[in-house]
């Protein structure tokens, strides 16, 4: 997975302090989730590319 960027560290921060939807577990999964999706997302990019992947 990707580290957390401030936009995502922001947005967990304000949904946690508001809880305007969901529980706590939800919102911590679904930041899993976008993650998750980000680092596959760049992974394709550079394979796609031809980019030797670690």
Sequence with gaps: MIDFTLPEIR???IKLALRVV???DHIWSW???RRRRQHQARLSHYKRRGYQLA
Excluded: A, M, P, V
């Design 11 to 13: 947005r967990l921060l």
């Design 31 to 33: 930041s899993r989730f």
């Design 22 to 24: 969901g529980t706590t």
